[in-house]
């Protein structure tokens, strides 16, 4: 079956320490995301990334860190320096640039920073 | 800049009763318009999409969304709810040719048996 995975599912990590979320599609989509969501709020984009080896900041980049090196993959790490790490993190794909592309989800990281 | 506004943060309605969630976007051109629901703990599933044409769309779901540039409006509705349509559900927009999509704070809907 064609989807996205995220792993793993609930992420558990101490203050000061990085941590690597995984997202992998199967879709053959050009075009990958990630976007934060807190409590009661919508969706918010931290990276995305058009092509291989190339991603743009998106609204709340400050803390975080990408690689696109495949073209199914695109991590996300959020550093010791993002002040609120806590949150459920959404990894998304679509196939094209323009609007028209819906973007596909995946069943998202919870992550929690103690 | 493209906003996106659900006015109703919490809705809820008996099982059988029909459902309208409100949308209304910013957005100085013709926008790609979504909606998308999300049950607890899991992503974003799209429910329908209204990209140009007919301007009353149906999805998945037995749910349908009407776009109306005069009032900016892209409501979700549907006639008759079940209590598996319990869930949070959003709205979204992307302008043509843009690469970003802006969602709304969302609207929990809860459903009464």
């Known amino acids: 079956d064609g989807g996205i995975t995220q792993s793993p599912k609930y992420l558990f990590r101490k203050e000061g320490q990085n941590v690597t979320l995984s997202c992998e599609q199967n879709?053959?989509?050009?075009?990958m995301y990630w976007y934060r969501q807190d409590p009661g709020q919508g969706l918010r984009l931290i990276y995305y990334s058009q092509i291989v080896n190339d991603f743009q900041k998106g609204d709340i980049a400050e803390g975080y860190s990408v690689s696109r090196e495949k073209k199914e993959s695109f991590p996300l790490t959020v550093t010791s320096a993002q002040k609120n790490p806590t949150a459920f993190y959404l990894c998304?794909?679509?196939?094209?640039?323009?609007?028209?592309?819906?973007?596909?989800f995946g069943p998202g990281t919870r992550l929690t920073v103690t | 800049a493209q906003s996106v506004t659900q006015p109703d943060i919490h809705i809820t309605v008996s099982e059988g009763a029909s459902l309208e969630l409100r949308c209304n976007y910013s957005?100085?051109?013709?926008?790609?318009l979504f909606w998308y629901v999300q049950s607890p703990g899991q992503g974003l599933q799209l429910l329908l999409k209204?990209?140009?044409?007919?301007?009353l769309v149906q999805g998945i779901k037995g749910f349908e969304a009407e776009f109306k540039r005069s009032q900016s409006s892209f409501n979700l509705r549907k006639p008759s709810v079940h209590w598996s349509d319990a869930a949070e559900y959003f709205c979204?927009?992307?302008?043509?040719?843009?690469?970003?999509?802006?969602f709304g704070q969302g609207t929990r809907l809860t459903i009464n048996p």
């Open positions: 209204y990209f140009s044409g007919d301007t």
């Open positions: 957005y100085g051109a013709t926008p790609y």
């Open positions: 979204a927009v992307r302008g043509q040719g843009a690469q970003k999509l802006v």
């Open positions: 998304a794909s679509s196939s094209g640039l323009l609007g028209q592309y819906e973007q596909y």
């Open positions: 879709l053959n989509h050009d075009a």
